[in-house]
T-cell receptor
Framework: GAVVSQHPSWVICKSGTSVKIECRSL??????MFWYRQFPKQSLMLMAT?????????EQGVEKDKFLINHASLTLSTLTVTSAHPEDSSFYIC?????????????FGPGTRLTVT | KQEVTQIPAALSVPEGENLVLNCSFT??????LQWFRQDPGKGLTSLLL?????REQTSGRLNASLDKSSGRSTLYIAASQPGDSATYLC???????????FGSGTQLTVLP
């Protein structure tokens, strides 16, 4: 149990375009979802925390107008990278938890590799 | 601000050796601590989660300890195998949202 999927697993887009990444909890309802970014040979950095039905809370230094997060249902959160630039190329990973079921433990998706050309 | 440090950054050992990975954190007010494994280009695999009230957790050849007061955790891997080669990340769980703050990882290579 506690499986999280991400789609797509990799995407290449041109500079200036927008790309949407989906994160789904497959067998539980995720009251909270988290989005992380990982640059090559670096650790994961939390970008934002989203609770179902409310606005996401962004970490310092993360542009909320550039990284749009929507958590419209208990099983789906989306991250849209708007007007992407080459420096946005990174590995994006989501995680989800349902405090009532999984406690504080988060379950991670397999990640999405974004390359902006 | 919570900071998590992992030492060493990279480690290479021959197959069969026992090894210890270290993790330290600056703020002892954590809920839990979790160890993950990440293979190249892949997501995270949770290895062990230690509750703040616990001192250690074991799973197979893995043993993780937690000394919350000193801000330290260790991951002990017994009888290492080439399949253990990966990056190992520790993370502390903090805050009302139970956020994870990750260390920079230890890249482990087990040589056959």
């Amino acid at each position: 149990g506690a499986v999280v999927s991400q789609h797509p697993s990799w995407v290449i887009c041109k500079s200036g375009t927008s790309v949407k990444i989906e994160c789904r909890s497959l067998d539980f309802q995720a009251t909270t979802m988290f989005w992380y970014r990982q640059f090559p040979k670096q650790s994961l950095m939390l970008m934002a925390t989203s609770n179902e039905g409310s606005k996401a809370t962004y970490e310092q230094g993360v542009e909320k107008d550039k990284f749009l997060i929507n958590h419209a249902s208990l099983t789906l959160s989306t991250l849209t990278v708007t007007s992407a630039h080459p420096e946005d190329s990174s590995f994006y990973i989501c995680s989800a938890r349902d405090f009532g079921r999984t406690g504080s433990e988060q379950y991670f998706g397999p990640g999405t590799r974004l390359t902006v050309t | 601000k919570q900071e998590v440090t992992q030492i060493p950054a990279a480690l290479s050992v021959p197959e069969g050796e026992n090894l210890v990975l270290n993790c330290s954190f600056t703020d002892s007010a954590i809920y839990n601590l979790q160890w993950f494994r990440q293979d190249p280009g892949k997501g995270l695999t949770s290895l062990l989660l230690i509750q703040s009230s616990q001192r250690e957790q074991t799973s197979g050849r893995l043993n993780a300890s937690l000394d919350k007061s000193s801000g330290r955790s260790t991951l002990y891997i017994a009888a290492s195998q080439p399949g253990d080669s990966a990056t190992y990340l520790c993370a502390v769980i903090i805050g009302s949202a139970r956020q994870l703050t990750f260390g920079s990882g230890t890249q482990l290579t087990v040589l056959p």
